[in-house]
């Protein structure tokens, strides 16, 4: 059993770091002329964050590979949203296609 | 389709950011919004209850959400204590996967607006969500609109949800059965597709994916996301400097110098 404190510590430090880390951006850009090479940087770098998210959350849990269900459920997602269909139907097939797996068994 | 019409929202609407911003969007994209917000309402549910089955007191996953508001960052932060490591370790560990909100700020901060409540508010809900619907958005007044609706809406979502599942126990602590871990990268994916039609962006991210992916056994949680960034250096020359600054940016660059 963890103190309370120190339970109350953790979240208080990850949240006033998360919160310096979210400002930076708004501040800076107020006080500070930021070139426009910089800001193609900035908004490359956000896409290459998240692609990265997207790709580390569909193959691995922790450490360790998540299993072909949830590889081949993000996979029918990705084929639908470059194909442009509408937000719904990727969601719904992705989630729909891994639970589906699941219920037949797979890991 | 929407019209996107000359009509642009004048500079700095003066009320809410969220007035409007229904109106702006149009209905099919608030609804899009809403289903994402059930969604990680339902995954918020199972961090709840994960939390609290792992011994921790009921209150304690609703002070994390409200304070950190970064799932990623929460459930690493439940699972390192979890494990028995210790507090200095979970929290290091949750400002490493924070840390990528720092370009996120840049890159959203027009929609995030000016003003100090605004600037207050809106930055507690930048979220790997709300920034990547914004990034999807085609103009500024819709970029603001998806950024705040978006984030907003997710914190009351995410965190009703998690303290939901605070207090109804283990019936949640498994959202695998629905397949939402699935959905979650496709949502996100769903987002970046139109950034990543883009060649030049789309040779960093694909790079950056691939680093990601490569070490993510190796190195500890979070550090692979960032390694990631090392993508950009795949983009090709810009045409930025002095040099031609000739035709669409967004072209083939000049041949692999690596």
């Known amino acids: 059993m963890i103190a309370h404190g120190t339970l109350i510590g953790v979240a208080v ?19 500070l002329r930021i070139p426009e090479a910089v800001e193609q ?23 360790a590979f998540a299993g ?36 037949l068994g797979m890991p | 389709m929407t019209q996107d019409s000359p009509v642009e929202v004048p500079d700095e609407p003066a009320g809410h950011p969220l007035r409007g911003a229904v109106r702006t969007l149009g209905r099919a994209q608030v609804r899009d919004i809403l289903l994402l917000c059930v969604a990680d309402g339902l995954v918020g549910a ?62 959203v901060r027009d929609a995030v607006g000016s003003g100090l409540l605004r600037r207050l508010v809106g930055t507690h809900v930048m979220i790997d969500e709300s920034v990547a619907w914004a990034l999807a958005q085609p103009t500024p007044a819709r970029r603001r609109a998806a950024f705040w609706l978006c984030g907003s809406l997710l914190f009351v979502f995410w965190n009703v949800g998690v303290g939901l599942g605070a207090l109804g126990g283990s019936a949640l602590t498994d959202t695998s059965a629905l397949g ?9 994916l769903a987002l970046v597709m139109p950034s990543l039609r883009q060649r030049r962006t789309r040779r960093a991210a694909l790079v950056g994916a691939g680093v990601a992916v490569a070490s993510t ?42």
């Open chain 1, 68 to 103: 072909p269900s949830r590889v081949i459920g993000v996979a029918v997602g990705a084929v639908l949203a470059w194909r442009r269909a509408s937000f719904v139907l990727v969601v719904v097939a992705a989630a729909g296609t891994t639970a589906v797996l699941r219920l």
């Open chain 2, 46 to 107: 199972s961090f709840g209850a994960i939390t609290v089955a792992a011994g921790m007191p009921w209150w304690y996953p609703t002070l994390l959400s409200v304070v950190v508001f970064a799932g990623a960052g929460q459930f690493l932060v439940v699972g390192v204590l979890a494990a028995g490591g210790s507090p200095v370790a979970a929290a290091a560990a949750a400002i490493l996967v924070n840390a990528r909100h720092i370009p996120f700020g840049f890159a």
């Open chain 2, 217 to 258: 056994p190796l190195l500890p949680a979070g550090l692979p996301v960032l390694l990631a960034l090392a993508g950009l250096a795949a983009r090709g020359r810009a045409a930025a400097g002095p040099g031609p600054a000739g035709t669409a940016a967004d072209d083939g660059a000049p041949g692999g110098s690596s």
């Open chain 1, 41 to 63: 940087l900035m908004a490359d770098s956000a896409v290459v964050l998240l692609t990265a998210l997207v790709v580390v959350a569909t193959f691995f849990d922790g450490h």
């Open chain 2, 180 to 188: 939402l871990d699935a959905a979650f990268p496709a949502v996100l």
């Open chain 1, 13 to 31: 430090a990850v949240g006033a770091a998360t919160y310096a880390f979210r400002a930076a951006g708004p501040w800076l850009g107020e006080r």
